[in-house]
């Protein structure tokens, strides 16, 4: 039982709870709380002092007969008890029927008792309450009741029909003096309440009102700080992926003020710059510019941004490790509705596309001084061929002259002389023959003493005669794997770039070839040499001599300190490239004022060296009566070489023409043990004239001469040429030649 009491007694305790707590009301209560509070207030003690009241009051009432009173105290009491329990009607409900109950117990003391009695503090209270709960309209509704109930009490009085009006006799003159004075100070009382009540309500609204505003202006200021927040965070996230779209743009993207400082850059700009874009803000575009281009960035970039609003171009930039760079930009100016007037741009790192248009304009720069050399050489080996032939009649009737020609006779030495001198010219068209070639011979052991001997003396007939060339070559069997012809090339370009230095103020130049011998420490000065043996070219003049900045370009193709008219600047480029593949280098010392010395060295070959040259004291060898046809259609070189091959003890016929021989051939082939032809004729070239050959007698052996040094235009020859024969040939020459191309294949 006491589990079950238990939840009904919690109840009771807090339904008591809550019947004498008062209602709450703090500094954020408005009017109708703190009413809420008063009536409380005003209920509470009142039923406490009313019920001592009350109880004093019973056994007067009662002695007095005045059970009406009791009755009505009872009830008001009940009533009173009711509405301070009952909470839950609205406040306006509880304080109308509470003043009703005091009106009709003031009435009934007022009616019972008379005026002198709690009855008329019962119906002053009523006003002062009303304008307390209620507000001015319901106080002055009171003040009227109290009016109206105070005049019939009046009239009542007067005309004796209440039991207390004899009692009163003696003041019914003072009883509406004592009417009006209650009824004044009713009103005096219970209006300044309701004005002062009133006063608070319109305050207390004003400042709910205020205080709502102020709760609306800062829900709308929480809104608004919340949506700026949302802003600024979008604005964040916006400008973090426009610049993070920036920064992915290969392209250079950057703004500048109008003095050319860079507000703004893309990973691309800093990254071609070398800097941070951090630190590239600030900075001057002219900081990065070559000296020569800063002036144009302020006559012509600057103003004619400010002036026309757009420009565009090429220029040269320079990075923070000194690298150049070629930028095409495109700048513009922008005028934005606020702020100042900047300059917004992008551009593009070139480089690889100019310097490949450089290195193609280079190239065809090159290729066009390749054809130039190419007809050099053309031209070069027509007229050695021209020249050979002439040379071919002169040595060749020359020594069959001088064979003919008695030991003691006066005219051997002229002869002689005319011999030498005929020697030195098949030399000199040798020699020319050797520079104009372009085709590369394979590399084989080469004697390189007589290789820049020949070169210089070649380049004597040029030298002006204010310079002075010594020499001094002393490895006479010293040899290396090269190329005869780019070694003479080699030495050629040297000592011209040297002639060129002196000018014609003239000078000396010093040419030394020598072995040399690299120990570790030597070679350690060399970029690319081991240690080991060498042969070192040394071109040293006596001309102007170099700058430091000069000397570090002069092997790079095309560059030149002269005019154009002196060269095209490939010759000492061409040195190192050739001295470079052949395993060497060359070096450079030179001072302005004191002339330039040039050092190659290249792999000295050891081993075995190889025999040299026949001497041309030794025997001739002869022939047997073997039959020869001749063909050459230049009649004397063809007579002479007739002569020749008679004197050495063959059978000869001669032919003026391929078509000639080649007819005489198909009749009877048999006729031949050999057949040696001229390259270059009319009609049927020596080469065709073997090809014809060898399909009618493939055994025939055949010789073509030329005057092309050795070398020749066409394609690849039949397999029945044994040997090409240089002209101009000597005696000794066409004796070996034939005896050669005799033996069995």
Known sequence: MPEYAAPQ?????????????????????????????????????????GLLAYL????????????????????????????????????ATRVALLLLMIYGIGLAVMVTIGPLSSGPFWLFSIPILAALYLGL???????????????????????????????????????????SNFLFLNAATAIPVAILVGGLEGSLRRQRIVALELDRERDLLSQEVASRRRSEEALRLS?????????????????????????????????????????LVGREGSQFMLPEHREAFYAEYLPTLRSEGFMSGLSQYLDAQGQKHYIEYRSTLVRPEKGEPYISGSGRDVTDRVLARQRLKQLEAQLLQSQKMEAMGTLAGGIA?????????????TELVLTDLPPDSPHRGDLEQVLKAGERAKGMVRRILTFSRHSESGRSP?????????????????????????????????????????????????????FQAMGSGGGVLNVTLEPVALDPEQAASFADLKPGPYLRLTVN????????????????????????????????????????????????????????????????????????????????????????????DEQPVGEMGRDMLEGLGYRVSLRLSGREALADLR????????VITDLTMPHTTGDELARDLYEIAPELPVVIATGYGGHLPQGELPPNVRLLLSKPYTRREMAQTVRRALEPA
């Open 667 to 674: 009749r009877s082939p048999q006729d031949y043990d050999l």
């Open 239 to 279: 400008e973090r992926r426009y610049r993070d779209l920036i920064d992915s743009i290969t392209d250079l993207i950057y703004t500048q003020d109008l003095q050319g400082r860079f507000l703004s850059a893309n990973q691309a700009t800093a990254a071609i710059f070398g800097y941070p874009p951090s630190e």
């Open 446 to 498: 080469v004697a390189v003493q007589p290789v820049v001997a020949e070169a210089l003396d070649l380049l004597r007939t040029s030298v002006p005669a204010t310079i002075t060339v010594e020499r001094r070559l002393v490895a006479p069997r010293a040899m290396v794997l090269a190329d005869p012809s780019q070694i003479n090339q080699v030495v050629m370009n040297l000592a011209t770039n040297a």
């Open 541 to 632: 003049d006596t001309g102007q001599g170099m700058d430091p900045k000069t000397m570090r370009h002069i092997f790079e193709p095309f560059f030149t300190t002269k005019d154009k008219s002196e060269g095209s600047g490939m010759g000492l480029a061409m040195v190192h490239n050739i001295v470079k593949n052949h395993g060497g280098q060359v070096t450079v010392h030179s001072r302005l004022g004191r002339g330039s010395v040039f050092e190659v060295h290249l792999p000295l070959l050891t081993g075995p060296t190889p025999p040299l040259p026949e001497s041309p004291e030794q025997q001739v060898e002869t022939g047997g009566g073997e039959r020869v046809l001749l063909v050459d």
């Open 385 to 397: 061929h021209d020249f050979n032939n002439v040379l071919a009649s002169m040595l060749g009737f």
């Open 9 to 49: 007694d919690k109840a009771s305790r807090s339904w008591l709870r809550r019947v004498v707590t008062p209602p709450p009301a703090d500094d954020s209560a408005g009017l109708p709380q703190w009413r809420e509070r008063m009536f409380f207030f005003t209920l509470g003690p009142g039923l406490i002092l």
């Open 137 to 179: 309209r319901p106080a002055l509704l009171g003040l009227a009741l109290n009016l109206a109930t105070l005049l019939v009490l009046t009239w009542y009085t007067y005309t004796g029909q209440v039991v207390w009006a004899e009692s009163l006799a003696a003041y019914q003159d003072q009883w509406l003096i004592i009417v």
């Open 56 to 91: 004093m009051a019973l056994p007067v009432l009662a002695k007095n007969a005045h059970y009406l009173v009791i009755v009505l105290d009872s009830v008001m009491l009940a009533l009173t008890l009711t509405l301070f329990v009952l909470r839950q009607l609205p406040l």
